[in-house]
């Protein structure tokens, strides 16, 4: 299994970047996905989650209201769409999958797989 990130670099505050989680390796309609970040010196949290079938999302409090959760299971892709960029949304960005919704609404959450990261900086 493969969890591919991109889309990440260097914005200006308020500012917007669009990630993308290519995923091969999996049925990758089986699977709930998610996004956790990790800033230097701080533990890995929750951004955002999407059922298989993109019929349930979940969102940490931080980003309600500026950042989208999408997929495309034809694509076997996952999106993440971030507006409003704030200095605190730096970190490294993850994608993961899990077989349920329950390894991203818990804490610490355990998906069955990750991605290696994207670095998302954003300037004041």
């Known amino acids: 299994v493969q969890l591919q990130a991109s889309g990440g670099g260097l914005v200006q505050a308020g500012g917007s970047l669009r990630l993308s989680c290519a995923a091969s390796g999996l049925t990758f309609s089986n699977y709930a996905m998610g996004w956790f970040r990790q800033a230097p010196g701080k533990d890995r949290e929750f951004v955002a989650a999407i059922s298989w079938g993109g019929g349930s999302i979940d969102y940490a409090d931080s980003v309600k209201g500026r950042f989208t959760i999408s997929r495309d299971n034809a694509k076997n892709t996952m999106y993440l769409e971030m507006n409003s960029l704030k200095p605190e949304d730096t970190a490294v960005y993850y994608c993961?999958?899990?077989?349920?919704?329950?390894?991203?609404?818990?804490?610490?959450?355990?998906?069955?797989?990750w991605g290696k990261g994207t670095q998302v900086t954003v300037s004041s």
């Open positions: 993961a999958a899990a077989d349920t919704m329950r390894p991203f609404l818990t804490t610490p959450g355990f998906p069955d797989y």
